[in-house]
């Protein structure tokens, strides 16, 4: 979400690299054995790279341990086939590391610098809607979102709605305030679902409703 890069963006590092770290890991173009291979080549030719750009022992111990940390995760999602990219930030002097499953990416990506590295989480976010999906019914609701191929139940509002009576009784006055206690509780149920829906906008800022 937008606010989870503003968050990365107001990450305080001192003089520390924070590590950025982008993988394409689509199985479906490549094998797992070949995605480790590239992961490996990537941070080994990062490291070649940066290492006599490090001004102090502390900036190689910490960026030493990012690329441990970005190793390891990477290695595991990989046997896991869950993604189809990952975005990975690590500043190990500072305990930055944060994780983000994304869809499909063109290409890896490390980058070791002063700040976290955004740009292609902001080309994502530009290009990918976050839709809220209701399904409601006199009785019952759910609340979906879909954002980058992804379909997530976030609520279930169910409420219990007397039914409509045929037997009048005196006057038909029995049915009368029957059915006028059925239309006040479909009307609290609408509201509820409604409530439900603007506290996830609220949350999350959806694109659109459906």
């Known amino acids: 979400s937008r606010a989870q890069v503003d968050s990365l963006l107001e990450f305080q590092n001192g003089d520390c690299l924070v590590t950025s770290c982008y993988l394409n890991l689509d199985r479906a173009k490549q094998q797992p054995q070949m995605l480790k291979i590239r992961v490996k080549d990537l941070l080994q030719s990062a490291k070649q790279r940066l290492v006599d750009k490090l001004g102090s022992h502390a900036q190689f111990e910490s ?3 990012d690329f441990g ?3 390891e995760f990477a290695m595991q999602e990989i046997f896991a086939g869950r993604h189809k ?3 990975m930030f690590s500043c190990a002097a500072h305990k930055l590391w944060q994780t983000y499953s994304l869809p499909p990416i063109p290409r890896n990506i490390l980058v070791a610098d002063l700040a976290p590295y955004v740009r292609p989480l902001m080309a994502i976010l530009s290009r990918h809607r976050r839709y809220c999906v209701v399904l409601a019914d006199r ?5 979906f979102e879909v954002y980058m191929g992804e379909i997530l139940e976030r609520t279930d509002v169910v409420d219990t709605v007397p039914r409509r009576v045929k037997d009048g009784g005196l006057g038909g006055r029995d049915e009368r305030n029957m059915e006028r206690r059925h239309d006040q509780a479909i009307q609290q149920h609408f509201q509820r679902l409604a409530d439900a829906t603007f506290k996830l906008f609220k949350r999350d800022k959806f694109d659109y409703l459906v």
């Open 139 to 143: 009785s019952g609701g759910q609340l």
């Open 63 to 65: 960026l030493r341990a």
């Open 85 to 87: 990219a990952l975005a």
């Open 69 to 71: 940390f970005i190793e």
